[in-house]
Each structure stands twice: as structure tokens, then as C-alpha cells.
């Protein structure tokens, strides 16, 4: 079946370190985002990707980093300079004015 | 900047009946609305858009919604709620063209009452 997946699904991580969300997708959709929800704060845009090799920073791009290097692949790195990083993270590729959710990561620093 | 106001944080509402789920949003051009529904723990679900023509959207679920320029309103409607229509709801927004930024309100959690 087509669709978006992200790894992993939980992720606990110690203050100081780095971590890596995955996100795959098989839609051949050219455009990915990557969002944050926060409990009563929605979903907040941290990059999307219009195209491989382009990407534009979001409404809270600090403390994150993405690469697109092939089309199926969007991944996001949490750094040790994002202050508040617990949360959940949702991936999402656009067609036709539509977003594709995958099922999140829920990132937890100890 | 595009932005997208949803001012319920919850409404509640009997099973059986109609539930409105209120949005208004702000874009410099011609907005694409989107409504989309989240279960606890999961990703977010497309139910309806709005780009272009008739201005009631029919959608997933028996939901449906009204798009008013004047108003800058986008609100979702059900005739008749169901017990598992009870979830997070997320109005969205995008600027026509070749703009790919999309924008979600803060989200309203319907709960519907037996």
C-alpha cells in the first residue's frame, strides 16, 4: 500500500544529544513537510520540501535540520540546540492540494 | 502571513444532533481550505477541501463544509452527530498558486455525547 511512514514510532532521548526522524514515502509526491503538535498549540510547520535538493524553513526552524536528497525521503533532525524538543512529530507529503499523514514520532528527552 | 483561527478549543454536542466546528482564516491570495481529523495517537486524516467552484464542500463521513469569502470563514457541518464522530479537528490553509505552505489552526476537540 502507498502511504507515509515514519520511524520510529517512540524515541526517548537524553538533553544534549541529537536524533533522527525518519520519513518515507511511496506516493511519488514532490512536495514533504514536517510539522510539530504540541498540546494546545496545533500543528506548527517546521520545513517542507517543494522539491529533492530544496527545502525551506518553516514558522520554527530553530534547533532543526532536514536534507532531501532522493524524493522519497524527508528526514528531520531534532539537535541538541532545539530547547523544548519533547513532542510529537508528524511527516506529510501534498498532492492535489492534499496533505498524507503518516502515523508520527513521539520524541521524549530525559 | 497566512494564519488560521479555530476559537473553540472543544465543543460538545448530543449524538444526534448537528455539530458545527468553526473556522476563519487569513491569506493574501485565493486560500485552499482543508479540514482534516486526528484519533489519539495518530497521524491527521484529509475529510474535505475547498479550491475553487461550489461553496458547500462535501466530504468524509456525512461531514460537509461552507466556504465564505466575505467571512473568511471555512466552518465544518454534520447533520446528524455520531458518539465516534469524537476526535481533533484541524482547519487548514494554503495560498493558491505555487505557494506549497500550509497552515493549521490550533484544532477543536468535538466531543459528542450520548
Known amino acids: 500500500d502507498g502511504g507515509i511512514t515514519q520511524s520510529p514510532k517512540y524515541l526517548f532521548r537524553k538533553e544534549g544529544q541529537n536524533v533522527t526522524l525518519s520519513c518515507e514515502q511511496n506516493?511519488?509526491?514532490?512536495?514533504m513537510y514536517w510539522y510539530r503538535q504540541d498540546p494546545g498549540q496545533g500543528l506548527r510547520l517546521i520545513y517542507y520540501s517543494q522539491i529533492v535538493n530544496d527545502f525551506q524553513k518553516g514558522d520554527i526552524a530553530e534547533g532543526y535540520s532536514v536534507s532531501r536528497e532522493k524524493k522519497e525521503s524527508f528526514p528531520l533532525t531534532v539537535t541538541s540546540a532545539q530547547k523544548n524538543p519533547t513532542a510529537f512529530y508528524l511527516c506529510?507529503?501534498?498532492?492535489?492540494?492534499?496533505?498524507?499523514f503518516g502515523e508520527g514520532s513521539r520524541l521524549t528527552v530525559l | 502571513a497566512q494564519s488560521v483561527a479555530q476559537p473553540e478549543d472543544q465543543v460538545n454536542v448530543a449524538e444526534g444532533n448537528p455539530l458545527t466546528v468553526k473556522c476563519t482564516y487569513s491569506v493574501s491570495g485565493n486560500p485552499y481550505l482543508f479540514w482534516y481529523v486526528q484519533y489519539p495517537n495518530r497521524g491527521l486524516q484529509f475529510l474535505l477541501k475547498?479550491?475553487?467552484?461550489?461553496?458547500l464542500v462535501k466530504g468524509s463521513y456525512g461531514f460537509e463544509a461552507e466556504f465564505n469569502k466575505s467571512q473568511t470563514s471555512f466552518h465544518l457541518k454534520k447533520p446528524s452527530a455520531l458518539v465516534s464522530d469524537s476526535a481533533l479537528y484541524f482547519c487548514a490553509v494554503r495560498e493558491g498558486g505555487g505557494y506549497q505552505k500550509v497552515t493549521f489552526g490550533t484544532g477543536t476537540k468535538l466531543q459528542v455525547i450520548p
Open positions: 475547498y479550491i475553487t467552484g461550489d461553496n
Open positions: 506516493l511519488n509526491h514532490d512536495a
Open positions: 506529510a507529503s501534498l498532492e492535489t492540494g492534499e496533505l498524507f
